[in-house]
């Protein structure tokens, strides 16, 4: 094969097993660093976009982020902060009320982005004595920016509910 300067690919390590897909990252860090290879890879996987050097995130055709891996998880503002309740929407309504802070709900689970998180994951326990079941508190990941910057999700919380009554529904 002749020697490209770049070198595009789109979603190389589909269908790959681990060790194969391991190995291909390796062979193209060789040829970035040895042969000065620029290698542009479409994925929709996020720990190989962690990888990038950079990394554009389109949505419908548009540029909605550009930046380092790092440099794109900064934009989400501190740690993400996951709390599990009995009633989440009732949890955020009060964390709302409370400390002023809008919460976000995913998956029955009550989602906030701050800095110091540990401090504040520890003001909500403390004020909602008994509500919370459990909590994690996690550093930004590149899905969390691809979901702020698109907006995307597999389908939206009131169609999920629709296809959960839609299936449950008698025959």
Known sequence: MHRPSVLLLDEPTTGLDPGARRDLWLYLDGLRRQDGV???VTTHLMEEAERCDRLAI????QL????????????????????EAEHPD?????????FGIACSIDDEIVRVERAQGHRFAADVMEAFPGEIR??????????????????????????????????????
Request: proline fraction near 4%; avoid cysteine; glycine fraction near 8%.
């Open 58 to 61: 389109l949505s419908e055709g």
């Open 90 to 98: 009732r949890l955020a309504e009060r964390i709302l009320q409370r």
């Open 38 to 40: 620029t290698v542009l």
């Open 134 to 171: 459990s909590i994690n508190i996690s550093r930004p990941t590149l899905e969390d920016v691809f979901v702020k910057r698109t907006g995307h999700r597999f389908w939206t919380e009131s169609e999920a509910a629709q296809e959960e009554k839609t299936q449950n529904r008698p025959r």
């Open 64 to 83: 909605v982020g550009l930046g380092t891996p790092a440099e794109l998880k900064s934009e989400i503002g501190g740690d993400v902060i996951q709390f």
